[in-house]
């Protein structure tokens, strides 16, 4: 099983790498992939060194799965070129989400959509991964009607740079290195990606559109505001769920403690509540914060946070490898 990893030495790639490795992943031999300046680099997985290769090299070397994190424009141009050679891209950028051909895949919730013939597959924006496995089951039992959501995301999702901003104000006061306008240290930036025509941010509108795509149900209605905080280890979100039928909170509680990939931690009297400290370096989803919004009918508000570099990226990835591995679709 030869596997190549596309973006190798970044932040996602070598986390990529780190979760191949701590969920042995059958990999025989690891085709570690990056820019051409990266080529000839060194990358350490399961106790072996491998020479970083380019696109090229990596596509006649044949691998069985590329998993790909090197941006929207890199899978653009090169997905197609590993698919052509028959080689099943799993692509983590936003390049091929919302392509009608190209499914778009959280394994708790929708891997059934596999086929063997899909040789180009999307793995979903971060924030929309942890909140859909939140909110699966729950669509199931009670149809959801409309979500309103509001983020607030670590500063890994923008990748090094804007961890070594936060990190040089925090020691410093201030930073030469600076991955986003203004000051993230003791601040809160209520932008994350570009403003579009209508308002809002590009990845307010993933969240909109890509849940819908995931959970297969084009009425379910999501608003979204996108914050980015100043936070190493995973993102929170604060959704507010409107059923088309009634519930009651236990239910509720019943159905994630026993959903896919979930940890409810929800105890008030304890103070007991998800926070990304302690979902850092975690598969799971965690939610908590649970209780009725008794401003209107068949309501639900809820705390849900994850590793956005893991659940969010690197191990949905790895666990969309695992169901092609396992169903033979590879």
Same mark, same amino acid.
């Given at each position: ?25 059958? +990999? ?6 990056? $820019?051409?300046?990266? +080529?000839?680099?060194k990358v350490a997985f399961a106790g072996k060194e491998y020479t970083v290769v380019s696109m090229q090299q990596a ?9 790909? $994190? ?23 950028? $936003? ?15 929708? %891997? &059934? ?19 859909? +496995? ?6 199931? &039992? ?5 979500? *309103? ?44 990606? *570009? ?26 209605? +999501? $608003? ?34 026993? %959903? ?69 679709? *590879?």
């Open positions: 099983m030869r596997i190549a990893v596309v973006g190798a030495t970044g932040l996602v790639g070598t986390k990529m790498l780190q979760v191949l490795e701590e969920r042995r992943f059958p +990999v025989t031999e690891l085709i570690p992939v990056a $820019s051409e300046r990266s +080529v000839g680099k596509i006649e070397l044949k691998p069985a799965i590329a998993l790909f $994190s090197a941006g929207g424009s890199t899978s653009t141009q090169w997905a197609p070129e590993f698919a052509k050679a028959g080689i099943t891209v799993i692509d983590n950028s $936003s390049a091929w989400r919302m392509d009608p051909a190209v499914p778009l895949v959280v394994p708790e919730v929708n %891997a &059934a959509v596999l086929k063997a013939s899909d040789k180009i597959i999307a793995n979903p924006n971060c924030s929309t991964i942890q909140m859909v +496995v939140a909110l699966k089951p729950l669509h199931d &039992a009670f149809k959801i009607k409309r979500v *309103v959501v509001s983020t607030y995301q670590s500063v890994t999702g923008t990748g090094v740079k804007a961890v070594d901003q936060l990190m040089n104000e925090r020691a410093n006061g201030t930073s030469e290195v600076m991955a986003y306008k203004y000051r993230i240290d003791l601040n809160a930036i209520p932008q994350i990606d *570009v403003f579009l025509d209508n308002g809002y941010t590009k990845e307010e509108m993933k969240m909109v559109n890509e849940t819908c795509k995931i959970m297969g149900d084009n009425t379910i209605k +999501v $608003s979204a505001t996108t914050v980015r905080i100043p936070v190493i280890g995973g993102h929170s979100e604060s959704v507010n769920v409107e059923f088309s039928q009634p519930f009651e909170l236990s239910a509720i509680r019943h159905l994630l403690s026993n %959903a896919p990939g979930v940890v409810v931690q929800d105890d008030p009297i304890l103070q007991l509540y998800p926070m990304p400290m302690t979902a850092h370096e975690r598969d799971e989803v965690f939610v908590g914060r649970l209780r009725v919004d008794e401003t209107q009918p068949n309501t639900l508000n809820m705390w849900i946070v994850s590793d956005n570099l893991r659940k969010g990226a690197a191990t949905n990835a790895v666990q969309i490898a695992e169901y092609l591995v396992k169903n033979q679709l *590879v």
